[in-house]
């Protein structure tokens, strides 16, 4: 039997407690995984996870408990540890007591798997700055069927712990590359993708947009900074969402849903 972890000064805990902070989780090629649906989707994605940490006192659902002996089953480490040495590790209340190390996936085009849809959908993000917005559009990219997401020119890391938890699983279901716009901008003139940009100040309402029968790329900017006009300038159309308060832009992943589930009919 597997001896049960108690010291908060064990070098495993203190690898994955230092997981939070980027430079450890470039420096390692390794991420925190943490809760049930997460992990459970992270299996199912054949990603690789190098070790499971989990409380006894806290997984005690059937469905848990069978997870960990898959995984057992696959040969992976499962290190069952504390009470206290678990919540040192969790981010999130109420933790379920199973956090995972999982290796990290560094994708390119080329790599993308064929998409089921006819007209394939992508979103590419513009040095997002918030983790959460960059999850919560990867949860809707899956939502509707999405083809994947591409991280331009830098931003917001991925694999921090609040995009894994915002994505509720997306991230191992949604292809991601991190890429320059340069770099993007070619992929879009080679594979003939229609580069949809938004902006306040586009004519063009997003309801009025009718897309054709090529690859659609939606394209967002910062949340402070939105498009440049070189950026702007790439597009094919611009689009915007009708404001009709006092405030003047939506959250972007808010805007991010609503352009997806427009166009994905379409």
Not at 19 to 46: P, T
Request: hydrophobic letters at 45%.
């Amino acid at each position: 039997m597997v001896e049960i972890i108690t010291s908060l000064s064990n070098p495993l805990i203190k690898q994955a407690r230092a997981l939070r902070q980027k430079k450890a989780r470039d420096e390692n090629g390794i991420f925190l995984v943490e809760g049930l649906a997460h992990i459970g989707c992270a299996m199912e994605a054949n990603w690789q996870i190098e070790v499971v940490i989990y409380a006894p006192d806290l997984l005690r659902s059937d469905f848990g408990l069978g997870l960990i002996r898959t995984l057992e089953q696959k040969q992976v480490r499962c290190q069952p540890v504390s009470l206290a040495v678990f919540e040192s590790i969790a981010e999130k209340e109420n933790p379920q007591g199973i956090a995972a190390l999982a290796r990290q996936r560094i994708l390119s085009q080329k790599d993308w798997p064929a998409t089921e849809t006819a007209i394939p959908l992508y979103v590419a993000l513009v040095s997002p700055q918030d983790p959460g917005n960059v999850g919560a559009i990867l949860r809707s990219l899956d939502a509707v069927g999405g083809a994947g997401l591409f991280l331009i020119d830098g931003g917001v890391d991925p694999y921090h712990p609040s995009c894994v938890r915002a994505s509720m699983g997306a991230l191992f279901s949604v292809p991601f590359i991190r890429a320059g716009f340069a770099e993007f901008s070619d992929w879009v003139q080679q594979t003939g993708a229609r580069l949809v940009g938004t902006s306040a100040r586009a004519e063009l309402d997003y309801r009025q947009y009718r897309g054709g029968d090529q690859p659609t790329v939606i394209l967002l900017g910062s949340e402070q900074k939105g498009l440049s006009q070189e950026q702007l300038a790439a597009c094919a159309e611009r689009v915007s969402l009708p404001m009709r308060g006092k405030i003047s832009s939506l959250n972007l992943a808010v805007a991010a849903g609503i352009l997806l589930y427009a166009f994905a009919d379409r």
